[in-house]
Every structure is written in C-alpha cells, then in structure tokens.
C-alpha cells in the first residue's frame, strides 16, 4: 500500500486547490519568525536605550560635580571677575559656571537639553548671601545642580522624555 500525501488534492477531492493549501503549515515559520523577531528587536533596542539612559546619568552626574569644581577653584582668593569662562584666577559668574558644564561636549548628549542651575553659595552655616559672585568667600559652599531631558524611544512602545538630575556641591577650601 502507498501512503497518500494529504496536503495535495486528490483527483477528484470535493476541495479547490487553494483551500487544501491553506490547511498546510508551509508559511508558518515564516510568522512565527516575524513574530519573535519583532519581540527579540524591541527587547534588544529598549537595552540598548536603558545603557544610553544610564551613560546619560553618569554624564550629568560628573558635569554637576565638574562645574562645582569649577566654581569652588575660581573662589576667595581672586579679586577679579572672570572675562570668559575659561580664563583662570578670577572670580566665575553664574553665566560662566552654566557655558562651561554646556561646553564639556560628551558624545550623544544634546546641549540644548541640558539646564544648568548654580545656587548661590551657602556658608557651612547655612545662612545664605547674594548675588554668587559676593559668596566666594573660604568655607562657602558651592551648589551646581544639572538636568537633562533624556527622550526615551523604542520601537512599538510610545516614547517619553525623562527629566534625570544630579546635584553636587563642595566647599571653598582657599
């Protein structure tokens, strides 16, 4: 006896060609390659767009803490204002603080979506004095906050903006 191939019509089958054929799985693979792929895609951009997130907050963590150092090196002991910032032995300003963290230039990090906020200098003691450039006295401290609007996209999931921050403040020791 010859087994007979099912997926074929027969000769003489009550059944049209086309709908013996949609009976088959030939095609099958091809959607559930489609399927697994387009979660395996999205899974792999959304890891990718979480590493980038997180470069994107060490970023703003280390430009906070380098405009603080900015500002404590340029404190008590210079009498002058700065004319740009990046001239040295002066006094910085607010404005010249904010260029510089937006001129630090990382790779992948959009300037425009940077806000720079240096507060003015607080003494150990907390009672605070205005404008900044009158609080560069020693053991002032010196406050830089950060904040960047990371735009968070990955295929098929709606994209958002995240606001991320980072503060960091340090003491004029001279």
């Known amino acids: ?35 697994s792929m387009t979660l395996l895609l999205t899974l792999l951009f959304g890891i990718i767009e979480v590493g980038l997130m997180l470069y994107s907050y060490h970023f703003i ?3 906070a803490r380098e405009g603080t150092r900015y500002a404590i090196v340029r404190g008590s002991s210079w009498t002058t204002a700065c004319g740009a910032y990046t001239s040295s032995g002066c006094t910085a300003s607010t404005t010249q603080i904010q260029q510089y963290v937006l001129n630090l230039g990382f790779p992948g990090i959009d300037p425009a979506k940077l806000t720079v906020t240096p507060t003015s200098s607080l003494t150990v003691g907390g009672t605070s004095c205005t404008p900044f450039t009158s609080c560069n006295a020693a053991s002032n401290v010196v406050q830089v906050k950060v904040t960047y609007n990371f735009p968070f996209s990955v295929p098929f999931v709606p994209s958002r903006t995240i606001s991320m921050s980072s503060t960091s403040q340090m003491v004029i020791s001279q």
């Open 1 to 35: 006896m010859i087994p007979q191939n099912t997926s074929r019509p027969r000769f003489g089958s009550p059944l049209p060609a086309w709908k013996c054929r949609l009976r088959g799985e030939s095609g099958g693979t091809l959607v559930e390659t489609a399927l």
């Open 61 to 63: 963590s280390n430009a």
